[in-house]
């Protein structure tokens, strides 16, 4: 938005300037007598008319309209512009005002007849009969209409054709509106109409069903084009790249949107070119170098490839390049000597190889710099820190070595955001603990995965701190109070060291602390912050005993909680339910024992409980019911003694249920409603007491035929039903699950033959049949090629390869397959379903990608259900990959 407001401003003081060669649009002092009785006096009252059918929508936004009174001649009223010799209303700017009005047929406004310049954009304008009078402004050639919101389009721009002396047109609406259409028909009669355009922003309107070829006809007087986010697909002609006149185009946000920059006889008078998140393709031209204007060019998350010409070197103006997320290669050139007015230099997530040109080292005006995720090398040269009007660095991802210096960084006194992390043989050094270093401006510093040995306690002085990312490091034994004494930092990340003790949390305004996978112990530390302000609280995977801490409770906006592989004892605190944030609650693989309390309040918050491996007894709290969002439900590993908890089908959002190893007992009804776990995918009843005939998911004790249906798992990548007391044939219509990846049907009392569908199975790269009554010649050709004798051991009937033992006699074919291709009647599953199990259970997922069944503990299961959680974190994580401050002061913010 901040670039679209720009825009508009950007054009309305280019035609102002117009303006003011032709004629003075605003009194000088010497003449402000002879404008007392200036205004024509229908003209102010139309005006007044106006003023008296509008509203104010934000009464604490002091807008131009409280000027307008009958003692000042209407010619001195803000946003109106004069002709001083007759004194008819010319410029009407009421812009961003945050008024409200009916703009219609009767509307006082079509009263100026003489108006040259229109601007009403942003603001609440309506028009609920439909039509307008336009064709009254006969001298219009500014019209600025943007951010207004009209519900239909079509007849304004019916009335827009009836303007052919408009030089600027700007009709931009907000972005995601997405009701504003204007079709190829109507876009080639406002090129053909309009051939005066020197500005034409369309900035948001849905262009999805007009040519690109259609701009072509454009006029070559043409300086601004704004087409942002506009739908627009296709090939872009690059012929419009070189229209004479033309100083800006902005095309980004068109992602379907294909072509090329031109290869040659680009010399236009580029000023500013963006083409981020388009498709554009191909390498970055030599003729780029002949844009010697141009002062901005974003080419971000485009497909450029190849490497950067040389001819870059000729862009003297530039001010802002911005090269993120393409696949340019090679090293990047040295040519950044003569590039004295670069304020922002991006490279970001390419594929740059060797060392960082010494040429940006004399970028002395850069403010802004990241080569992040590329494949750089070498160490950071020590003359990188005299650009100290930098506010923003970002190296990370690269192979950099060296060592940074609380010295070095202390010169870079403007310095807001730091990132390096992931150089694996980049350190950090304190660089004499005994000096106050001083960083006034510094809210980011980010060294995760580096080879940092110390905590930075030269930071101690950053009081704008808000997040310390020293993860994934190699800092050891205890985190002293006077190290972190005077920080304010509110996200702190120590997450995969060796730390066995923090003296103090003394920050007074965490909002999220990760301490997973050190070495602490004792018992859960005490957090001497805000209890409305703490977030994220992350210390799983450390040796930590006792109890969690009844101030834990106090914690009212908690989001997530997660104190996962410890040695945490005692009963889940019933305070907990004081947490109305929570969304996440992970307290797997502790020691906790008693009954699972009621936590779980109506409208709660929670989507992921886990409280694997534990020692928890009794039985489901019925509460959990409240929890409306719940998406994971993980109870497994403990001692829980219930029947199946048919109760949780009405949360529509649980996509994940274990309830694996436990007492759960009785059967599973197959007479749940069909609404019921509507959105499962994934469900582990394994090593329970459950019996009964294996209904629409999993058992323990399921004995029976294969159930047909099976074979409408379209999806299906896995399917376990081991070590059942299964009987019957294999069903033929397994041979329609051609995703299947893995069959195990051992340890049952399958009986009869393999059915020859299965060859069909053309991604099955593992078989088990083994320990069953099967009979008969094993299925020949693709796949089954590959098994060996492992997948039918203990099946004493069988004959063929690989087996030893031959068939005397050609056996009869499979029997036909018993169900009908398009019959569907019966179906009972949901057909995005995939099923995987383990002993004596059974699991259902959805598409769960490639998993090899693995005997004993299923971490393939507790690995997806991991990610399935992350997934869930990524709502509350902020993400630090790729964070770009604005840039207030160029064209492009």
Same mark, same amino acid.
């Given at each position: ?230 739908? #627009?697909? %296709?090939?872009? =002609? *690059?012929?419009?790249?070189? &229209?004479?006149? $033309?100083?800006?185009?902005? !095309? +980004?946000? @068109? /992602? ?119 494949? #750089?090398? %070498?160490?950071? =040269? *020590?003359?990188?820190?005299? &650009?100290?009007? $930098?506010?923003?660095?970002? !190296? +990370?991802? @690269? /192979? ?119 070495? #602490?112990?004792?018992?859960? =530390? ?13 210390? +799983?995977? @450390? /040796? ?350």
């Amino acid at each position: 938005m901040g670039r679209l407001i720009w825009f508009s401003q950007i054009l309305c003081l280019s035609f102002m300037l117009l303006q003011f060669r032709v004629q003075s649009s605003s009194p000088s002092q010497s003449s402000l007598d002879s404008l007392l009785h200036l205004c024509r006096p229908e003209e102010r009252s139309a005006l007044l008319d106006f003023k008296s059918t509008t509203n104010v929508v934000l009464n604490d936004v002091s807008h131009g309209l409280e000027t307008w009174n009958k003692s000042i001649d209407c010619c001195l009223w803000e946003g109106i512009t004069c002709d001083m010799t007759k004194g008819h209303v010319i410029g009407l700017d009421l812009s961003r005002q945050r008024i409200e009005a009916d703009l219609t047929t009767n509307s006082s406004l079509f009263r100026l007849e003489k108006l040259q310049s229109l601007n009403l954009a942003d603001n609440y304008f309506s028009y609920p009969n439909l039509s307008f009078g336009f064709q009254r402004w006969k001298s219009l050639t500014y019209l600025n209409l943007a951010y207004l919101g009209f519900p239909d389009n079509s007849l304004l721009f019916n009335e827009v054709f009836l303007l052919p002396k408009l030089v600027s047109l700007d009709l931009s609406i907000s972005p995601g509106s997405g009701f504003f259409h204007l079709d190829n028909i109507r876009f080639q009669m406002l090129v053909h109409n309009l051939t005066e355009l020197r500005f034409l922003i369309l900035n948001s309107v849905n262009m999805s069903l007009v040519v690109p070829s259609s701009l072509l006809n454009l006029t070559s007087s043409l300086e601004y084009l704004g087409l942002r986010d506009c739908l #627009l697909q %296709g090939n872009f =002609p *690059s012929q419009v790249f070189q &229209l004479p006149s $033309l100083q800006l185009i902005d !095309l +980004s946000s @068109n /992602n379907d949107l294909r072509g090329n920059l031109p290869q040659s006889n680009w010399s236009s008078p580029f000023k500013y070119l963006y083409l981020s998140d388009t498709s554009f393709l191909g390498e970055l031209p030599h003729s780029i170098g002949n844009l010697k204007f141009l002062e901005e060019l974003d080419l971000n998350n485009c497909q450029f490839s190849g490497s950067i010409p040389k001819s870059l070197a000729n862009l003297t103006k530039i001010t802002y390049l911005d090269f993120d997320s393409n696949l340019l290669q090679g090293s990047i050139p040295d040519v950044f000597g003569k590039l004295h007015n670069l304020t922002y230099l991006s490279f970001f997530s390419n594929c740059f190889s060797g060392e960082i040109p010494t040429s940006i080292f004399n970028l002395t005006s850069l403010s802004f710099l990241s080569l992040s995720s590329n494949k #750089l090398s %070498g160490s950071i =040269p *020590s003359f990188f820190f005299d &650009l100290v009007n $930098l506010t923003s660095v970002g !190296l +990370s991802s @690269n /192979n950099l070595t060296g060592t940074i210096t609380a010295t070095m960084l202390s010169k870079l006194v403007y310095l807001e955001y730091l990132d390096l992390s992931n150089n694996s043989l980049l350190s950090l050094s304190n660089n004499g603990t005994s000096i106050n270093y001083s960083f006034p401006n510094l809210q980011y510093f980010l060294f995760s995965s580096c080879n940092i040995h110390k905590f930075p306690s030269f930071l101690r002085k950053a009081e704008r701190l808000q997040e310390l990312d020293i993860s994934k490091n190699k800092i050891s034994g205890q985190i002293h109070k006077w190290e972190i004494e005077g920080m304010s930092v509110k996200y702190l990340n120590l997450a995969y060291n060796f730390l066995t003790d923090i003296d103090s949390f003394g920050f007074g305004n965490l909002v999220a602390v990760d301490l997973r996978s050190n070495l #602490l112990q004792a018992s859960l =530390p005490i957090l001497s912050t805000t209890w409305d302000s703490m977030n994220q609280l992350y210390i +799983s995977g @450390n /040796n930590l005993i006792g109890e969690i801490p009844s101030s834990y409770c106090n914690f009212t906006s908690l989001g997530v909680l997660v104190l996962a592989n410890n040695s945490l004892r005692g009963k889940i605190p019933e305070c907990l339910r004081n947490l109305r944030s929570l969304s996440i609650l992970d307290l797997r693989m502790n020691k906790f024992h008693g009954k699972i309390p009621n936590l779980f309040v109506t409208n709660s918050n929670l989507d992921t409980l886990h409280l694997d491996g534990n020692q928890l007894e009794g039985i489901l709290p019925r509460s959990l019911v409240n929890c409306s969002n719940l998406e994971i439900l993980d109870v497994g590993n403990n001692n829980l003694n219930d029947t199946f908890p048919h109760w949780l089908g009405v949360l529509t959002e649980l996509k994940v249920l274990i309830l694996r190893a436990n007492q759960f007992h009785g059967a599973i009804s197959n007479s749940m409603p069909a609404f019921y776990f509507s959105q499962l995918r994934i469900i582990d009843v394994a090593q329970n007491d459950f019996t009964g005939l294996l209904p629409n998911f999993s058992s323990n004790q399921f004995h029976g035929p294969i159930p047909e249906e099976l074979g409408e798992l379209n999806s299906l990548l896995i399917l376990n039903l081991s070590h059942n007391s299964l009987n019957g044939q294999i069903p033929s219509s397994l041979g329609k699950l051609a995703e299947l990846e893995s069959l195990d049907l051992s340890s049952n009392k399958l009986e009869g033959m393999i059915p020859e569908q299965l060859t069909n199975l053309t991604f099955l790269s593992i078989l088990n049949l083994s320990h069953n009554e099967l009979v008969g010649h094993i299925p020949e050709g693709k796949q089954f090629n590959t098994f060996s004798n492992d997948s039918y051991i203990g099946n004493f009937g069988l004959c063929g390869f690989p087996l030893t033992k031959k068939c005397h006699e050609e056996e009869p074919g499979a029997p036909a397959s018993q169900f009908d291709e398009e019959d569907d009647s019966t179906i009972v599953f949901e057909r995005k379903f995939a099923l995987a199990g383990y002993g004596c259970g059974l699991v259902l997922g959805l598409s769960l990608g490639y998993i090899a069944f693995i005997t004993g503990k299923p971490w393939w299961l507790v690995k997806k259900v991991e990610k399935y959680q992350q997934k869930l974190l990524g709502r509350c994580n902020r993400s630090n990959k790729k964070r770009k401050p604005k840039t207030p002061t160029n064209a492009r913010r």
